[in-house]
């Protein structure tokens, strides 16, 4: 038995859905044949049932019908004699004769039983002698003779009698009639059980017979194509270790040693080479097979295309490392999504290293003390850039603001400094004039009256013009401290722009990270297309071995050549859509590639401006430094105020007091005198400080001066 089911399997696909079609068709005919004598049997009873059952008891009908019309044509005839003319000559000699002519049919059917014959003698018994009867009938009220008329419709009369004759006759008729046609049914249900049986035992049979016809041909072809397919469905998920080892002499025999070879080739080859690669072994040369190999070329292109990348990759990375961040990738040397990588981490580094070089252009003139520098017109910025621009515009505005203030606000006090110096002179010339003439008191009081009183009132004007120093010197010390807090905010929004920056650096470092692993899966998804590929040439050609088998079976192997063309097509349509997905595969690594080198290249450039940043706060702090300087001599400024303020005071009050004696008494010149002494004294001292208040005004003045607004 398992030599024969081995025998069945060396035979080819052909041969074997032929052998089996064979056997459904024989099985086929007999249940054919068993139906065809089945309905020939039922359509013989059922024309007996037809011609014996159904045409008779039409016929009796017929003749009932007529028999009662002609009774009731009777009554018409004797009861409306209007009628009897068209009764006489037309209705009642079609309705005798119909029934002759149906009688006469019926009586040559020839299918007469017994009782049929008795009844159909005894109907025509009495349907003669009721035609008699009838006829007499007619005649009578013809003639108008009721009496006869009413004694031959009266019960028990001849006709009577020989209607209710004729009528049980018929009703005999039918009924035997009736009856042979119940035993026709009875015998065509018979029949037509025992065909439908033998139907049925024949399609049960015949089921049985091709199920396991279909179950043995489904095992012997769908059992080793479920392992071909399954070993297919292996060498797509890239284990081209898998063997199938079949024995068979038939086309899947043949497949799967086409199959073992292939994935032999496949592994021994194409698999150490990716493998190589994968490895970033890039000295990987396959051996073109043939003229028509498209995978060593392929992976040969791969290899050299990889190493350009290389070479590209590494002069980005040196001249990121050497800090010429100019340098720029050479797009040219690629075609479609390499170029547009390279292009597009060109583009990103001239809009990340552009703003960093203007915003450090821009930090060295404001440690320069050049609070006029902004970022230039014509350099475009977008997203975060803009925020930065504008924070560092606003430093240099701000600075420059509070610079020229304290700048009017020295030049003012420097004014009134100038004014308080020329009262004291003026002062002082008349203290000295005072205690010129102080020997002279008596002969001079008048003068002396009116040379003091020029001294109060030069002493009130030096008390105003102290008032206003004093007050420019708060205006000056409320100007610096606005520019102090301007100064602290611009080293705010600097820190803010050394954090964001490091922020840069550190999501850089992220997407470099985020690059390299798509990278990495690019390259396995890679490895897998070009799988899907060789697995897709082989499956070509075993399709084209497939075909060639077929078209050796002849007309056997036809329905297997559909299948290897339909293979073929998918063959194809498979290479086509890997190649296109090894196509898109190749341009994102490209890409991929190139948007390290960028990262990398942007990390250099956003750290430079992360140290330029570090001297803009140097610088900022450099600018704090020197407003508290000019704070503190401000202060210095109101405190020589006040000082000269009081001091004027003292004066007025001396100069009051010797115009006080003056007035009193010429005798007292000698105390005049020491007042006039004094007042000296006190005019000296006020002409150091006016002297220290311009010292402190110069030193200001020469501090602000570094600054250019």
């Not at 109907?123 to 009721?146: E, G, P, V």
């Not at 990340?352 to 450090?360: D, F, K, L, R, S």
């Amino acid at each position: 038995m398992v030599d024969e089911m081995q025998i069945i399997d060396d035979m080819k696909v052909g041969k074997k859905l032929l052998g089996g079609f064979l056997i459904v068709l024989l099985i086929t005919v007999g249940i054919g044949l068993v139906g065809y004598t089945s309905l020939t049997t039922a359509s013989s009873t059922t024309g007996a049932i037809y011609d014996n059952a159904v045409v008779p008891i039409d016929r009796i009908g017929t003749v009932s019908a007529d028999f009662q019309q002609m009774r009731a044509e009777l009554y018409r005839y004797i009861y409306v004699p209007d009628s009897r003319a068209q009764l006489e000559q037309t209705t009642i000699p079609q309705l005798k004769d119909e029934i002759k002519s149906e009688t006469d049919a019926y009586r040559q059917s020839g299918s007469l039983s017994a009782t049929d014959k008795a009844n159909l003698a005894s109907f025509d018994s009495s349907y003669a002698s009721f035609l008699t009867q009838y006829d007499l009938t007619i005649a009578a009220a013809k003639k108008n003779d009721m009496t006869t008329v009413n004694a031959q419709l009266a019960a028990g009369s001849p006709l009577i009698t020989a209607r209710a004759g004729a009528v049980t006759a018929l009703t005999g008729l039918a009924d035997s009639t009736s009856a042979e046609a119940k035993d026709l049914d009875t015998a065509s249900g018979s029949q037509a059980a025992g065909a439908q049986m033998s139907m049925i035992i024949a399609i049960i049979i015949a089921v049985i017979a091709g199920i396991f016809i279909a179950i043995y041909l489904a095992k012997s072809i769908t059992g080793p194509l479920n392992r071909v397919q399954d070993n297919l469905r292996r060498l797509s998920k890239g284990v081209v270790s898998s063997r199938l080892n079949m024995t068979r002499k038939d086309e899947f025999g043949d497949m799967a040693r086409v199959m073992d070879s292939y994935a032999a080739g496949q592994q021994k080859f194409i698999v150490g080479a990716m493998q190589k690669i994968a490895a970033g072994d890039l000295n990987v040369q396959l051996k073109v097979q043939d003229e028509k190999d498209e995978i060593s070329p392929a992976v040969n292109t791969i290899v050299s295309t990889l190493k350009s990348l290389m070479d590209e990759t590494h002069v980005l990375s040196q001249a990121a490392i050497e800090g010429r961040l100019s340098t720029r990738g050479n797009a040219d040397k690629f075609k479609g999504g390499y170029q547009d990588i390279i292009k597009g981490f060109n583009d990103t580094l001239m809009y990340v290293v552009g703003p960093v070089n203007e915003a450090m252009r821009v930090s060295g003139e404001y440690a320069k003390g050049d609070f006029t520098a902004r970022f230039g017109e014509k350099l475009k910025v977008q997203g975060d850039f803009v925020k930065f621009r504008d924070s560092l515009n606003n430093i240099g505005v701000q600075v420059s603001k509070a610079m020229r203030g304290i700048n009017q606000q020295v030049t003012d006090l420097a004014a009134s400094a100038e004014e308080a110096n020329a009262s004291v002179e003026e002062v002082a010339a008349g203290a000295g004039q005072v205690a010129k003439n102080a020997s002279a008191v008596s002969a001079n009081a008048d003068r002396t009256t009116d040379g003091i009183e020029q001294v109060q009132k030069a002493m009130e004007d030096l008390s105003r013009t102290i008032q206003e120093v004093a007050n420019k010197a708060e205006t000056v010390a409320k100007i610096v401290g606005d520019t102090t807090t301007y100064s602290q905010e611009g080293m705010e929004l600097a820190r803010k722009t050394e954090s964001g920056m490091q922020g840069i650096t550190k999501s850089s470092a992220e997407v470099n990270q985020i690059i390299t692993e798509i990278k990495g899966q690019m390259d396995r998804i890679s490895e897998i297309v070009n799988l899907i590929t060789d697995l897709a040439n082989q499956t070509n050609l075993l399709a084209l071995n497939a075909a060639i088998e077929a078209a050796r079976a002849g007309d056997a192997g036809r329905g297997f050549a559909v299948v290897a063309t339909e293979v073929k097509s998918l063959a194809v349509e498979s290479r086509a859509s890997a190649e296109k997905i090894a196509e898109m595969i190749d341009n994102l690594q490209k890409q991929t590639n190139f948007a390290v080198d960028a990262v990398s290249a942007a990390n250099t450039g956003v750290k430079e401006g992360s140290e330029a940043l570090h001297e803009t706060l140097a610088s900022f702090t450099k600018i704090v430094s020197s407003i508290d300087e000019i704070s503190r001599n401000v202060g210095e400024v109101a405190a020589a105020a006040e000082e000269q303020a009081a001091s004027v005071e003292e004066v007025t009050a001396s100069v009051n007091e010797v115009n006080s004696l003056m007035q009193s008494t010429a005798k007292e010149s000698t105390d005049a005198a020491a007042a006039s002494e004094e007042s000296s004294a006190a005019i000296d001292q006020i002409t150091k400080v006016i002297g220290n208040v311009n010292t402190i005004v110069d030193h200001v003045t020469r501090e602000v001066s570094q600054f250019k607004v």
